[in-house]
């Protein structure tokens, strides 16, 4: 449940990001898609007819914030639970009391930040109390609702989807806590708009980060030798507060698979440009460069293959390098592998066959081997037909046999499907003299 923070103890003043945190809707930046005037979101919470919701989405939107003006201007009791404090008990001792107020016609708030923090028995705990009415649930989220909350509890929320903040809206925030008496407005400041617009775009879309910095930047600025109580913010201090960007990434959340998806579709759609620079945002952000390099290996094959078949061993290369030298060297060697293959010619043909086979095989798992290519390491194994009619191809003058290699009802099949991509014709002209060989021999 909420418990006091230790900036909200007497006497110790809060941070600024929590000191000017919006109280209303007018305060509040950012979400126009949710919050405008006529948006579904704010009709919604003026007219004090909110329903079970989840908030989605990155650091330092609004998520919470959010949530605690729908408890300023909202007529129910709103409750906090924290997901790494709260445990089963405590969520169904505070279910039942709601329970019971909800036979009395009062309306009980369910705040939770970071849902997907939960158990699935923590989930589970709520959903009888949302079935039934009895709390209005409140998650915030930064993570993928869909792999990260509970179906059934899931689909008894409206989703809202809350975007990154835009450099405008975060510049806005900034210039208001220079000026409100709730941030700096009880001193004075020089700061230009120039640096202000520098710290919203170093935030990252994330208020949160843009305000602490901020509020680094004029703590630790200069005193103006003519006015002691003027304090003057010079390009020094900011590049000393904002030596570091720090890049929004969680090398196991969403976004570390939202990187990762960039990086192999760049170099699909042959862009080395873009290729390059998902990748530097991977690196930079702290990835594992042994991950990238196991991904970069599949692409080899998986979308070049044998239009280029020096694709897999510059790959292959690239990954010994990362596991020889580790990060930061290895950089180099997986900038030259994911330049060199958005640049090859590109062919699916190698998963598309896997695939087409695994479907079968899937379909046809108790299809038995032909018994002319068994092995046969025992008499009992070669009485019973095992290897009989086996021809070894190398003593054949095409070096092919005339020998069925499919189980019987899967004979004719083809999986392997050549493109006309890069050195791929040679591959296919030689697939296509077999077949050819194959149909003039056939018995």
Request: hydrophobic content about 40%.
């Amino acid at each position: 449940m909420s418990q006091i923070s230790f900036f909200e103890q007497d006497g110790i003043s809060q941070p600024l990001a929590a000191r000017m945190r919006p109280r209303s809707l007018d305060e509040f930046v950012g979400q126009e898609h949710l919050l405008g005037e006529g948006k579904i979101l704010r009709r919604l919470i003026e007219r004090d007819s909110i329903s079970s919701m989840i908030f989605w989405g990155p650091p330092g939107v609004g998520k919470t914030t959010l949530a605690q003006i729908i408890a300023a201007e909202t007529k129910a009791q709103f409750i906090t639970f924290s997901a790494v404090t709260s445990g089963i008990k405590d969520i169904k001792n505070v279910m039942q009391q709601a329970d019971r107020m909800g036979a009395y016609g009062d309306r009980t708030i369910v705040f939770i930040d970071e849902i997907h923090r939960f158990n699935k028995a923590q989930q589970d705990a709520f959903l009888p109390f949302v079935e039934k009415g009895s709390i209005i649930l409140i998650g915030a989220t930064t993570e993928n609702p869909s792999f990260e909350v509970n179906g059934a509890l899931l689909s008894r929320c409206k989703v809202f989807v809350m975007q990154q903040l835009k450099t405008e809206d975060i510049a806005k925030l900034l210039k208001r806590a220079v000026t409100d008496e709730r941030g700096f407005g009880r001193q004075k400041v020089q700061i230009s708009d120039e640096q202000i617009n520098i710290l919203a775009a170093f935030a990252n879309g994330d208020a949160r980060t843009a305000l602490s910095t901020l509020e680094m930047v004029i703590l630790n600025g200069d005193t103006s030798t003519d006015d002691p109580d003027l304090t003057i913010i010079t390009e020094e201090t900011i590049e000393q507060c904002i030596s570091k960007k720090s890049l929004l990434y969680d090398k196991h959340g969403e976004e570390h698979y939202n990187l990762i998806s960039a990086l192999h579709k760049s170099m699909r759609n042959s862009d080395a440009d873009a290729a390059v620079y998902w990748l530097a945002r991977m690196l930079e952000s702290g990835e594992d460069p042994m991950y990238i390099a196991r991904r970069v290996t599949r692409f080899a094959a998986e979308d070049v293959g044998l239009a280029d078949p020096r694709a897999m061993e510059l790959a292959v290369a690239a990954f010994q390098a990362c596991h020889l030298i580790g990060m930061p060297e290895c950089s180099v060697h997986l900038t030259e592998a994911v330049v060199y293959l958005s640049l090859a010619p590109k062919s699916n043909a190698m998963e598309v066959a896997y695939m087409e086979a695994a479907a079968d095989a899937n379909k046809m798992l108790a299809e038995p081997v032909p018994l002319n290519i068994r092995n046969a390491p025992t008499k009992l194994m070669k009485e019973a037909g095992y290897g009989k009619g086996y021809i070894y191809a190398h003593d054949t003058e095409d070096k092919i046999a005339d020998m069925q290699c499919l189980p019987d009802n899967l004979v004719g099949k083809e999986y392997y499907h050549p493109t006309e991509q890069g050195h791929e014709p040679r591959f296919k002209a030689r697939y296509e003299a077999i077949k050819e060989w194959r149909r003039k021999h056939r018995k």
